[in-house]
Nanobody
Framework: QVQLVESGGGLVQAGGSLRLSCVASGRTFSSYAMGWFRQAPGKEREFVAT????????FYADSVKGRFTISRVNAKNTMYLQMNNLKPEDTAVYYC??????????????????WGQGTQVTVSS
């Protein structure tokens, strides 16, 4: 397994931007498919975006397509989520997660074996 630590959350007004980072420990980061999920109060954890091990392919939830961009720098063991044109409905705790590379482009939380602690994103109207 890999250990994951997210950062970059915060409070932003609607229409604003944030960039989340996820730093992984271990030497095999480049073998993992990586994903971002989010969970709002009283709701189930939902898929946001995923990226394949090399970073050449990405897949997004319809709700964020065109506004969010997932990326990774394997040399830095780091994944990012650039979030633009944020909306109040984007308010949630955001989690990064790692899965065996064979699972790309899974959107199921159960396919991801390693999770970060989460970072809060709050978008005010």
């Amino acid at each position: 397994q890999v250990q994951l630590v997210e950062s970059g959350g915060g409070l932003v007004q609607a229409g604003g931007s944030l960039r989340l980072s996820c730093v992984a420990s271990g030497r095999t980061f480049s073998s993992y498919a990586m994903g971002w999920f989010r969970q709002a109060p009283g709701k189930e954890r939902e898929f946001v975006a995923t990226i394949n091990p090399s970073g050449s392919r990405t897949f997004y939830a319809d709700s964020v397509k065109g506004r969010f961009t997932i990326s990774r720098v394997n040399a830095k063991n780091t994944m990012y989520l650039q979030m633009n044109n944020l909306k109040p409905e984007d308010t949630a705790v955001y989690y990064c997660a790692a899965a065996d590379g064979r699972y790309y482009p899974s959107t199921l939380p159960t396919d991801f074996g390693s999770w970060g602690q989460g970072t809060q994103v709050t978008v005010s109207s």
